[in-house]
């Protein structure tokens, strides 16, 4: 069994409206041909009396995509099968209510559907975005035009992470700004800036003992003096050579242990009495006055002299 498509009526229509055009009178159908194809058969003539009946003889074979079922005979008659998302087939139109829920999965949407379903959709106003402040920035608002979302980084300070200003050069220069960046061209500034140093920057003061002479410069170096000692006054002394130590007449110099030794050495003197003298080794020599006994001849000692 064949069936005869939308655009084959149509064309049936615009043939008939020729014809009665062409003939000038009425078209009563008779004027279509029907013919008997292999399998069918054909009865009447066309007219609304008597209108063309197509009948099977036999088993009709239809060819399809699989969009139908049944094989066209009065025991199996063909039938369209439902579409899903995987099959194409015959689907039935949603409602406007069934547009609106959203929820079918098995009917398709016509335009006044979709219309209403496009109408029930809330206005939105920006705040459905959210927004959340993350590290180092605060978020304020509600995302709405007439509240919409800021976000603020803030101003960098020795204990919080921001934003921070460029220091201008003079600024840079100045070195006093404690909330700016420093930039390259503002910290070569203030290295040209630096005055040119000379040593005096720094200060020398004289201390205990010490004298500072100069001041500091290349050309006039600081000079640490320490003065000589005295009897009077503590300062640098000379070390005494053994010779001075043991000549000891030096009020200049400091004795070493080897010339405390050695002039202790030297002024050690042996003395020897003989012959009522009593020598030095040095040479020099004393007489003795000798003490007699009582018989005023035996000698019992000697005496220095009174």
């Known amino acids: 069994m ?21 003939s000038g009178g009425t078209v009563d159908g008779s004027e279509t041909k029907v013919v008997a194809g292999s399998g069918v058969t054909v009865t009447g003539t066309g007219t609304s009396a008597n209108p063309y009946v197509v009948s099977s003889s036999g088993t009709a074979s239809v060819s399809h995509d699989g969009t139908m079922t049944g094989t066209g005979t009065s025991g199996s008659p063909l039938s369209v099968v439902q579409a899903t998302e995987t099959q194409r087939g015959a689907v039935e139109l949603a409602t406007v209510a069934e547009s609106q829920a959203g929820t079918s999965t098995t009917t398709a949407v016509t335009p006044a559907g979709l219309a209403a379903a496009i109408a029930a959709i809330p206005a939105l106003d920006g705040s459905e975005t959210k927004v959340t402040a993350g590290t180092n920035v605060t978020v304020t608002g509600t995302g709405a035009t007439a509240t919409p979302y800021v976000v603020s980084v803030p101003t960098a300070t020795d204990a919080l992470a921001g934003a921070v200003e460029l220091a201008t050069v003079a600024e840079a220069a100045i070195g006093t700004s404690t909330t700016t960046a420093v930039t390259p061209a503002g910290l070569a500034a203030a290295i040209a800036a630096i005055p040119a140093l000379d040593g005096s920057e720094t200060k020398l003061t004289a201390g205990t003992n010490t004298t500072v002479t100069g001041s500091g410069t290349t050309a006039a170096p600081y000079a640490v003096n320490v003065p000589t000692a005295t009897d009077a006054i503590a300062g640098a002394v000379e070390l005494a050579t053994v010779a001075e130590a043991g000549i000891g007449t030096s009020t200049t110099t400091a004795v070493t242990p080897a010339g405390l030794s050695s002039a202790i050495a030297a002024s ?29 001849t035996t000698i019992l000692f000697y005496a220095f002299p009174a």
């Open 2 to 22: 064949a069936f005869a498509s939308c655009s084959d009526v149509s064309a049936l229509d615009a043939r008939i409206d020729a014809l009665e055009a062409a």
């Open 268 to 296: 050690q003197q042996t003395l020897a009495v003989a012959g009522g003298s009593l020598a030095i080794s040095s040479g020099n020599s004393i007489a003795l006055t000798p003490v007699y006994g009582n018989d005023a």
